[in-house]
């Protein structure tokens, strides 16, 4: 059995930390959720980590097969991926949410009249958007390419996911602890992290389809 790739797993791990990051989510989360019964927070809290948990399996596993089927190299997914994770980590150092996760003004008009929130807008596209949904696709790519590479991703996804579940449903006596401040300078030095993971993401794609750069 191949040896565990742990920077895959640390690069999984920070790269989905940095993009759905729940202490940003939280906010959001208590916001629509504050006059609901104990029982209706909970129902949404299990929703939204059952989408997530679900909605990042279905990238991991069917990413390639959808890639396959409109004819897309994974190179060149890679760089297209890596340009919308730059965009998104662009947005986290300005201290602005980029509207692929935050929601347009328009569809932010609609989430309180939303049927499920756990789903929508808080799984998706809140937790689970296009930059999350790429950097999973992406990172199941280069796992796949790499001795112990599936199984390290693999665990970076589900470790990642059972820490964001924890979190979200610790909700409440977190935020006690969120200010304002903390919140800003979290986004900011995640923006830095995210930042740097989407050069290499680009960098890599570029080496393939440009193997002469590498020479």
């Known amino acids: 059995m191949a040896a565990l790739d742990f920077t895959l797993?640390?690069?999984?791990?920070?790269?989905?930390?940095?993009?759905?990051?729940?202490?940003?989510?939280?906010?959001v989360f208590l916001s629509l959720t504050a006059d609901k019964?104990?029982?209706?927070?909970?129902?949404?809290?299990?929703?939204?980590?059952a989408t997530v948990a679900a909605g990042g399996?279905?990238?991991?596993?069917?990413?390639?097969a959808v890639l396959s089927?409109?004819?897309?190299?994974?190179?060149?997914?890679?760089?297209?991926?890596?340009?919308?994770v730059l965009l998104l980590a662009l947005s986290m150092l300005s201290g602005e949410d980029h509207s692929a996760h935050s929601g347009t003004a328009e569809e932010k008009k609609t989430y309180n009249s939303a049927s499920s929130l756990g789903v929508y807008p808080l799984g998706i596209p809140l937790a689970?958007?296009?930059g999350s949904m790429t950097a999973i696709i992406v990172f199941s790519q280069m796992g796949a390419s790499r001795p112990g590479g599936t199984v390290s991703f693999y665990l970076g996804l589900v470790g990642y996911v059972v820490f964001f579940s924890i979190c979200m449903a610790s909700a409440p006596l977190l935020a006690r602890f969120l200010s304002p401040n903390?919140?800003?300078?979290?986004?900011?030095?995640?923006g830095i992290v995210l930042a740097a993971i989407a050069m290499e993401m680009i960098s890599t794609a570029l080496g393939h389809i440009f193997p002469a750069w590498m020479a």
């Open 128 to 130: 689970l958007g296009p």
């Open 69 to 84: 089927a409109f004819g897309i190299d994974v190179n060149h997914f890679q760089l297209a991926g890596g340009l919308i």
């Open 37 to 49: 019964p104990a029982a209706d927070q909970r129902s949404i809290m299990l929703t939204l980590n």
């Open 9 to 27: 797993i640390a690069k999984v791990f920070a790269a989905l930390f940095a993009i759905m990051n729940p202490l940003t989510i939280m906010p």
């Open 57 to 64: 399996l279905i990238c991991a596993l069917g990413g390639r």
């Open 182 to 190: 903390a919140l800003s300078i979290s986004k900011r030095l995640m």
